[in-house]
């Protein structure tokens, strides 16, 4: 790594430290990091992220939705709602729901498989203060993801549905006013899928054959499927920027479909809150 | 789905329950009777029942002989063979255009055969009539009740002309058929299976249906069948090739049958002529 990276790294970071942060992060009673937490937006402030819209409705209430799915005609909506908070901590209850219905997408993918998709992900989350800068949160997040499709020219046509039950808990240390670090894991309870399928196919001349069948499959259940990020968290006055490196089985946002396989995990997001 | 989220934890049972998609298989007929009486004969077999013995079994080779349910059978199970059918799973199917049927769980197929006719050629023509089969499976194989429908069903049978139609007696399927378990669409074909016929059928194109009605088990590995017999106390399962009687089973003991001479266990013999 050459030496003038390095000093202009050094030199940015001097310059980040010395603007005000708006998330406060060492101000219990200030506005919360409210990813991976039981915190929501405060009402009436605005959170635009590099994945996500975010509105406080109320203060114990936010709606959202996932801004680049919507783009890619994939319409859907967040919901997080916060009954207990207090000096200790807070508790929430979030929810989303999207649907697609890949008749549009297939103008531009004729590929796709005419097909309609439901995903409802519901979490519990628990944030507690165990120090005025340490605070601690567990969840548990269940996600239902039902796809009913025809395929190959109507020969073919079905339902699915993929499920998975993850815990997760973070744990934060709020270091300054501008820095925080969390330290986020994420366990796989189980990852099922099902479907009914049903096919109309010409056997020989003579013979048509009409097939439906629904199964069950923990193909999709990857034993002991975890990843560990930890990741610094830079608030300033309306921008906030979060990056860090974990390990483990990366998870599809929002469907929180969890994949088989392991890697090194860069995390990186953005956002403004106004 | 709902035992796997049992395992994890009760809270969630009703959240999870309904979301993997259901089937609601068609329901087969009834056969367990008719598979007992198979299994466990319950008449005696002794010289004075030997004639009846040998009529009912001519009666059951003219019956099956007109009717031919064993071609029938093997035309409707050839297509759900594929193409590995000694290892593949309860339905996997390789149909043309390389679309391949595959099914492991609960579900059922229903196999719509159009018949030959009565050309000298076959011919898929819609006016032949149809045979419609179902098959329930359950896991990697085939439940062990399978059954078809004949819907004015033409086709020849050693050069008569056949017209299959639906029984009289309004009960599920016109020819029923118990294959056992743990059996997959691949062995369908060469299993020994039991079939309940309640079907009715004209002769020579005629526009008279008469009843046929007959039960019997086919054993293709070995090339020969056996018939249920009613004697006097009960009934008797004989074994045959063509009218050739090899084993009869009763409730005195399984007798083996060669050169016109039946013996069981105890040496008790029956002479057939």
């Known amino acids: 790594m050459s030496s003038t990276f390095v000093e202009a790294a050094v030199g940015v970071m001097v310059v980040l430290t010395a603007v005000e942060a708006r998330a406060d992060h060492d101000d219990p009673a200030g506005p919360q990091l409210t990813d991976d937490t039981a915190f929501t937006v405060p009402e009436g402030d605005v959170k635009l992220g590099l994945l996500t819209l975010e509105y406080g409705l109320l203060d114990q209430l936010q709606v959202g939705t996932i801004h680049l799915f919507d783009l890619v005609l994939f319409p859907n909506a967040l919901v997080e709602w916060q009954p207990l908070r207090g000096s200790w901590g807070a508790v929430s209850l979030?929810?989303?729901?999207a649907y697609v219905h890949t008749r549009l997408a297939k103008q531009f993918f004729e590929d796709l498989p005419i097909a309609d998709l439901l995903i409802l992900p519901v979490e519990v989350l628990g944030t507690f203060s165990v120090h005025p800068q340490w605070s601690l949160t567990a969840g548990t997040a269940f996600t239902g993801m039902f796809v009913e499709g025809t395929f190959n020219d109507d020969d073919f046509a079905g339902a699915a549905a993929v499920s998975n039950l993850q815990l997760h808990a973070t744990l934060e240390w709020r270091i300054s006013s501008l820095v925080a670090m969390q330290l986020h894991g994420r366990y796989l309870v189980f990852q099922t899928a099902g479907a009914t399928a049903e096919a109309d196919v010409m056997a020989d001349d003579f013979t048509s054959i009409r097939a439906v069948a629904v199964a069950e499959s923990d193909i999709l259940d990857f034993p002991h499927a975890f990843q560990v990020v930890p990741r610094f968290h830079f608030s300033w006055r309306t921008f906030n920027l979060a990056a860090g490196v974990g390990y483990g089985n990366p998870v599809i946002p929002f469907v929180n479909f969890v994949l088989p396989d392991r890697f090194v995990l860069p995390e990186l997001d953005f956002y403004w809150r106004f | 789905m709902t035992s796997t989220v049992g395992r994890q934890g009760d809270v969630l049972l009703l959240v999870v329950a309904g979301c993997t998609p259901g089937v609601e298989k068609p329901?087969?007929?009834?056969?367990?009777?008719?598979?007992?009486?198979?299994?466990?004969?319950?008449?005696?077999?002794d010289a004075a029942v030997v004639d009846q013995v040998q009529a009912d079994l001519l009666d059951a080779l003219e019956d099956e002989g007109a009717v031919g349910v064993g071609d029938v059978l093997d035309d409707l199970f050839s297509p759900l063979e594929g193409d590995a059918p000694q290892t593949s799973p309860a339905a996997e199917i390789e149909v043309r255009d390389d679309k391949t049927i595959r099914i492991e769980g609960e579900g059922f197929l229903e196999v719509a055969r159009t018949c030959d006719g009565w050309g000298t050629e076959p011919r898929p023509d819609p006016e032949h009539g149809r045979l419609r089969l179902n098959v329930n499976v359950t896991d990697v194989t085939v439940d062990p009740v399978l059954w078809f429908e004949a819907e004015?069903?033409?086709?020849?049978?050693?050069?008569?002309?056949?017209?299959?139609?639906?029984?009289?007696?309004?009960?599920?399927?016109?020819?029923?058929?118990?294959?056992?378990?743990?059996?997959?669409?691949?062995?369908?074909?060469?299993?020994?299976?039991?079939?309940?016929?309640?079907?009715?059928?004209?002769?020579?194109?005629g526009d008279t249906f008469e009843d046929v009605t007959f039960d019997l088990r086919l054993l293709p590995e070995d090339a020969t069948f056996e018939v249920r017999v009613e004697v006097e106390d009960g009934h008797l399962i004989v074994r045959a090739i063509d009218d050739e009687i090899v084993v009869v089973r009763a409730a005195n003991g399984t007798f083996t049958c060669a050169n016109g001479a039946c013996e069981n266990a105890r040496g008790d013999v029956v002479n057939l002529r």
Not at chain 1, 94 to 97: F, H
Not at chain 2, 27 to 45: I, K, M, R
Not at chain 2, 179 to 189: A, M, P
């Open chain 2, 27 to 45: 329901t087969p007929p009834d056969l367990s009777a008719l598979v007992a009486a198979y299994e466990v004969p319950s008449g005696t077999f």
């Open chain 1, 94 to 97: 979030a929810g989303g729901a």
């Open chain 2, 152 to 205: 004015r069903c033409r086709y020849l049978q050693q050069e008569d002309r056949v017209e299959l139609g639906a029984g009289r007696r309004r009960d599920v399927g016109d020819v029923r058929i118990f294959v056992g378990d743990k059996l997959t669409l691949g062995e369908l074909r060469r299993a020994p299976v039991l079939i309940d016929v309640d079907a009715t059928a004209s002769f020579d194109g």
